[in-house]
């Protein structure tokens, strides 16, 4: 069984900077695709930022396009999520998940941490 469990959300103002790191217990294959999503209330899921299993291949949303950067060490199995230039828009619960097929079931997820950007 694997769990992935996030860290580094917070509160921040406008122009701010946070890093999310998602640290996997359990095993996880260098060949499954990390990815990172959030929530805001009344709104629906929307996928943030993917990486493939070496961490060459990467996507973003258009919102955090050159704003967020996501990166991977294998070797400690963990996923960051550097997040710059924070916009109240970027408000969220914010999640990691797991694809071993990378084909975009996302079937293992953490529970979230939270991103508050105040203006």
């Known amino acids: 069984e694997v769990d992935l469990v996030e860290s580094g959300g917070g509160s921040v103002q406008a122009g701010g900077s946070l890093r999310l790191s998602c640290k996997a217990s359990?095993?996880?294959?260098?060949?499954?695709?990390m990815g990172w999503f959030r929530q805001a209330p009344g709104k629906e899921r929307e996928e943030v930022a993917v990486?493939?299993?070496?961490?060459?291949?990467?996507r973003y949303a258009d919102s955090v396009k050159d704003r967020f950067t996501i990166s991977r060490d294998n070797t400690k199995i963990t996923v960051y999520l550097q997040m710059n230039s924070l916009k109240p828009d970027d408000t969220a619960m914010y999640h990691c998940?797991?694809?071993?097929?990378?084909?975009?079931?996302?079937?293992?997820r953490g529970q979230g941490t939270q991103v508050t950007v105040s203006s």
């Open positions: 998940a797991a694809d071993p097929t990378c084909l975009g079931s996302w079937p293992i």
């Open positions: 359990g095993y996880i294959y260098t060949s499954y695709c």
């Open positions: 990486i493939n299993g070496d961490g060459r291949t990467t």
